[in-house]
């Protein structure tokens, strides 16, 4: 086969792969968009939850382990630090059962995208989807090494903690920017070009996600016939 030809195929192929991967993430985005509405009507437990209510009783920082000025995903690495406030009282973190620890977008990269879209009821809230670690509460200063996921898109961002009681509830928070999160922010950008291999692997991942949505979605449906027929 003629090397012109070759070239001028794969120089087609490459778009309509990638707008084809554009549009499985995107039919996979209103799946996963639909089953969260799903969860949200049938387990509406955490609705009456409001980031107001919280406790800011948590101390967290973030720093980028180099002085890069724009992280790149999949390679640089944030050291992230969280603790109980010497402010707060002494047994504010006795309801602590969990840590959730979550990468959240600063208002300049919600501009213009309602899918990131911050509201005070916590089972509205778009603000901070990327989860970093959720792991069993130690009362002792904590820190972690993470290094930016493959698959975060570009932007800027800051770090929340979350503080999970026995019911799995929001009960306290702390993040590494101020309360307007304008400072202590970091960006990143997100790998781009024909990486054939990241989109199929990423592809995988979202549908293994919205499956795992549908299973706990049935499997939340099922308990709470269980708890009704109690």
Known sequence: MHPVFLIKKSIFFLPTFQNLTMAIHTLLFAASLLIFSFIESSCGGNKDKVFTGL???????AKPV??????EAG???????????SSAKVDADDTFKKIQVKLCYAPISQVDRPWRK????LFKDKTCPHEIVSKSYDKTPQSLDWTVDLDIPTGTYFVRAYGIDGDGQEVAYGQSSDEGRKK?????QAISGGHVSLDIASILFSIFSVVS???FFV???KKAKLEQRE
């Not at 406790?55 to 920082?61: C, G, I, P």
């Not at 180099?66 to 992280?71: A, G």
């Open 118 to 121: 911050t509201h005070n009821e």
């Open 184 to 188: 202590n922010l970091f960006s990143v």
């Open 75 to 85: 390679k640089d690495m944030v050291t992230i630090k969280w603790k109980l406030k």
């Open 213 to 215: 949505l549908l299973v």
């Open 219 to 221: 499997k939340e449906k």
């Open 66 to 71: 180099q002085d890069s000025v724009v992280l």
């Open 55 to 61: 406790q800011n009783s948590l101390e967290v920082t």
